[in-house]
Nanobody
Framework: QVFLVESGGGSVQAGGSLRLSCAAS??????????MGWFRQAPGKEREGVAG???????SYADSVKGRFTISKDNAKRTLYLQMNSLKPEDTGMYYC????????????????????WGQGSQVTVSS
C-alpha cells in the first residue's frame, strides 16, 4: 500500500505562483521506479491530467500548462512537486497526485485507470 498526501495549495492572484508537494509513504521501496502524475478537477468538469514523470525522468505536460508548470520528483525524499507559475483563473481546481507503481515505469499518458494510488487532493484557487 502506498499513501499519498498533497500540500501547498491555496489562493493566489492571477500571475502568481504556487508549489504543490506530494509526500509518499507506506510501501515506497521502489518509489524511484514509479510513474507519478498530477491531475486536477475544476468544478463541474472532469478530472484531467496536468503533468507526469516516469522512472527515467521523462516528463509530460498538458498543452494548457506547458511553459508554466514544472513537475519534479525527489526520490530520496519520496516527494513529488509541481511548480506552478503564471497562474490563470482557469487553473483553479482540486489537484491530485497519483502513482503508477509498475517497476521501471515508463510514461504512457494520463490514463487514470493506469494509476493505482491517489492522494486526497489540494485546492488551488486563482482569482483574476
Amino acid at each position: 500500500q502506498v499513501f499519498l498526501v498533497e500540500s501547498g495549495g491555496g489562493s493566489v492572484q492571477a500571475g502568481g505562483s504556487l508549489r504543490l508537494s506530494c509526500a509518499a509513504s507506506g510501501y515506497t521501496g521502489s518509489y524511484p521506479t514509479f510513474c507519478m502524475g498530477w491531475f486536477r478537477q475544476a468544478p463541474g468538469k472532469e478530472r484531467e491530467g496536468v503533468a507526469g514523470i516516469d522512472s527515467t525522468g521523462t516528463t509530460s505536460y498538458a498543452d494548457s500548462v506547458k511553459g508554466r508548470f514544472t513537475i519534479s520528483k525527489d526520490n530520496a525524499k519520496r516527494t513529488l512537486y509541481l511548480q506552478m507559475n503564471s497562474l490563470k483563473p482557469e487553473d483553479t481546481g482540486m489537484y491530485y497526485c497519483a502513482a503508477r507503481t509498475d517497476y521501471a515505469c515508463q510514461w504512457i499518458g494520463f490514463e487514470e485507470n493506469a494509476f493505482n494510488y491517489w492522494g486526497q487532493g489540494s485546492q488551488v484557487t486563482v482569482s483574476s
